[in-house]
């Protein structure tokens, strides 16, 4: 063979040493590249490491959000049904208020009538506390324009400024969320002439 030509051993594809070289270059050598392959696969597998770190935290994160995503669904989904209903609320809260307060004097269909739009109102408020739907009725509170909507001032000297003194319309929040805000009246100082 040349010298250009690496000597191969043919049962197991080692090079066989050529003349002059010492076992110590060899074995120098060897240590190299176990040395390099060493620190390949320990690169290699920190990465596999790190990679699959954030794999997890990953699915961790997913797994958080959706946990949360339902528990929002299960708090709010009904949250569009419960602004549609409160035009009925309203509409059964003006018939009960409108209706006589001496129902002897009725007939008995028109007092039963009376009854049972009362009745229903009350299931219906039922169904509201049952689903964390509360009515906002704030007369004699401070003025927040999170929770209210000023329809008016009106002038006063018998309560502090910025307090509501009249409830045009009660408001409802459905947990921490506002469905509508209560539209009130509010007390401001009296213009001295």
Same mark, same amino acid.
């Given at each position: ?24 270059? /060899? ?13 390949? &696969?320990? !690169?290699?597998?920190?990465?596999? /490491?790190?990679?699959?770190? +954030?794999? !997890? ?6 797994? +958080? ?8 669904? +299960? ?5 569009? !049904? ?27 269909? %028109? ?12 299931? !219906? ?41 009249? %409830? ?5 929040? &459905?947990?921490?969320? &506002?469905? +509508?805000?209560?539209? %009130?009246? %509010? ?7």
């Amino acid at each position: 063979m040349t010298k250009n030509k690496k000597n191969m051993n043919k049962d197991n594809n080692t090079e066989i040493p050529e003349e002059g070289v010492s076992e110590e270059s /060899i074995e120098k050598e060897l240590d190299d590249k176990a040395s390099n392959i060493n620190e390949n &696969l320990k !690169l290699e597998i920190e990465k596999a /490491i790190d990679d699959r770190k +954030r794999a !997890l935290a990953d699915a961790e994160n997913t797994r +958080r959000r959706s946990i949360k995503d339902l528990e929002q669904a +299960r708090k709010y989904g009904h949250l569009s !049904l419960s602004r549609e209903i409160l035009s009925v609320v309203d509409s059964l809260e003006k018939a009960v208020s409108s209706a006589p307060k001496e129902k002897d004097k009725l007939s008995d269909e %028109v007092k039963n009538f009376i009854i049972g739009v009362e009745m229903t109102l009350e299931q !219906l408020k039922q169904v509201f506390s049952n689903h964390n739907i509360a009515r906002i009725d704030p007369i004699g509170e401070k003025f927040d324009y999170n929770m209210h909507q000023a329809m008016f001032e009106k002038e006063t000297d018998e309560v502090e400024q910025g307090t509501i003194v009249e %409830v045009i319309q009660p408001g409802w929040s &459905l947990h921490d969320r &506002l469905l +509508r805000p209560a539209m %009130v009246g %509010v007390s401001k100082k009296k213009i001295k002439q």
